[in-house]
């Protein structure tokens, strides 16, 4: 009796021994009245408060400011409407201390909308249309940006913008004048770095090719949904900043592998010198540096973790000077989706990572990056954070110095604020 007496006493000082807990407050929802397609957070004002950006079901650009420690929100305010928004990023690109938005179309566009420092005005904003610098397969083409990601690629101290796009065409042949045509559809992969001239505008080189192509003959066989992901990051840690592709798609065949390009140092990207992950297909890929400094967008040229986010498990890859694989780590069993941005959620100078899936988000907290065993995911906060292009993002919005974590949800931002004592 004494035995079984003593078993759950035992349990709850295992729980209170663990030092990598977070803590956040319920979820603060605030009903948009429209479909949240794509969320961030970023310093748009003076002061030590992070604000909400999202975009609405009708493409528009908009803004919730925070009430700071009351941790309340300001009505939505309407950025603009000027253009199709699809996805935003948030990052500052004029270094000037206030964070800029960055955003596409549903084609080759990218836009730029520079804070102005009067808090509600944004100026802009400027277009880049991105071009194919080389040829696609067949005819008929048109061209889809997927994702960006941003870093310093050639070492000017400005961050430049890693273009991932997917260009999708088509051919007909082989009827020989017996039957129907056959067409072939194909999907390749293409990616530009558009370099920042020091003052938040960008060059727009023409797109090249990324090396990955799905194809397949007849619609009936092959629909084409074919989707890429970016990340910027110096993996193999030579101070020049690399960028990591990798693709996702609904064909059962000809699913290309992830690879990283290593970057020259000039804003240029070595294609022939590309190391593949050895996975195929993907949900996501990211740069995480385990140990710091934690910020949105890797400016510095630490050596990164290369993070890669499959159908139900993701994958840790640590790579030496020379491209060789140091160690790949399977964190098993993480949600199918997206993986946000990391950041320090509980202080203890470990990288914590956001994955982003509908009800089946999570925070994990307390991983130990130096140990390159596989294993479970067993520190994690279950969240609701994002749908559809399900995005989330990191800020702090009450100003108590904790990042908080927000995402789109069907009409609902959620905001988690961190409670998590120092
Ligand atoms: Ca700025
Ligand atoms: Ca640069
Ligand atoms: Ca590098
Ligand atoms: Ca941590």
Known sequence: MAILCLV????????????????????????????????GAGRFRQG????????????????RQSTGSARSWQSSYQISDQYSYKKVWVVDVNNDGFDDLVSVNNGNQVYVLMASKNQWFFNGPAVYTFGLSEGAKGSSSSTVINDMDFGDFNGDGSVDIAVLATVSSSSVGGSGGEGPANVTYYNQGYYSIA??????????????????????????????????????????????????????????????????????????????????????GCQDVTAVLPNGPFENVITSTKQATFIFVDNSDSYAQVYDGQWNLKSETKMENTPRGPVGPFTDFNFDGSADMV????????????????????????????????????????????????????GGYDEDINVYYNNTAE
Not at 48 to 63: A, G, H, K, T
Not at 365 to 393: C, E, F, P, Y
Request: proline share 3%; hydrophobic share 35%; net charge negative.
């Open 195 to 280: 370099l920042n001239n020091g003052a938040g505008g960008f060059s727009a080189p023409g797109m090249k090719q990324t090396g990955s192509l799905s194809q397949g003959t007849n619609a009936f066989i092959f629909t084409a949904f074919f989707s890429g992901r970016v990340t910027a990051g110096d993996f193999n840690g030579d101070s020049k900043m690399d960028a990591a592709f990798c693709y996702h798609t609904n064909s059962s065949f000809s699913v290309p592998y992830s690879y990283i390009f290593p970057g020259v140092g000039d804003g240029s990207l070595d294609f022939n010198a590309a190391v593949s992950s050895g996975h195929r």
């Open 48 to 63: 030590n408060v992070d604000d909400l950006i999202y975009i609405d079901e009708d493409e528009r650009l908009q803004m």
């Open 355 to 406: 994955f982003t899936n509908g009800k089946s988000s999570l925070v994990m907290v307390g991983w130990n990056w130096a140990d390159t065993s596989d294993r479970k995911i067993t520190n994690k906060t279950s969240m609701i954070l994002g749908t559809d292009i399900q995005t989330s993002d990191v800020g702090d919005f009450d100003g108590d110095g904790k990042p908080d974590v927000i």
């Open 8 to 39: 759950p006493f035992a349990y709850v000082s295992q729980s209170h021994a663990q030092s990598s807990s977070v803590s956040f407050s319920d979820v603060d929802k605030n009903g948009e009245n429209t479909d949240v397609n794509s969320v």
